[in-house]
């Protein structure tokens, strides 16, 4: 088995997001966000990552703005749809020869989805990632 270099890890690790936009209006404030990566095979998993983030109104309208993402990764989103209170869609990034498929689904208060990525040479990824909203933003 091939093994991914940190800078994948950190490339796929930060393209789970929380927000996409559409119609789907997730809350403006201070959120806790956790990320878990799970990679299929091996049996130790990434421990989980966990901050919290100030999203305003104005980023949340903007999708390009709630879309974390590195400007060398030239990662495309495709086929975003949203069905009822869930948003589906396909990550294509090319330059590091990875594909994928999202699917994040919006409570309230709280979010919860799973990012599954595919890379050139066989290996699979997931992150799994979990939103709470903990109140307004305190600046």
Not at 58 to 65: F, G, K
Not at 98 to 120: F, P
Request: positive net charge.
């Amino acid at each position: 088995m091939r093994v991914f270099t940190a800078t994948t890890f950190s490339l796929v690790f930060f393209l789970a997001f929380p927000a996409l936009g559409g119609s789907i209006r997730q809350r403006p404030g201070h959120w806790q966000i956790r990320k878990q990566l799970e990679v299929p095979g091996v049996p130790a998993d990434m421990p989980p990552v966990t901050f919290d983030v100030c999203l305003t109104k104005e980023a949340l309208e903007d999708p390009e703005r709630t879309v974390p993402s590195d400007p060398k990764a030239n990662c495309a989103i495709r086929d975003y749809r949203i069905e009822g209170g869930t948003a589906r869609w396909r990550l294509d990034c090319p330059s590091s020869k990875m594909t994928g498929t999202g699917e994040i689904s919006y409570g309230d208060t709280s979010y919860k989805g799973a990012l599954r990525m595919q890379l050139d040479h066989g290996q699979r990824l997931i992150i799994k990632y979990t939103g709470k909203w903990l109140g307004e933003c305190s600046n």
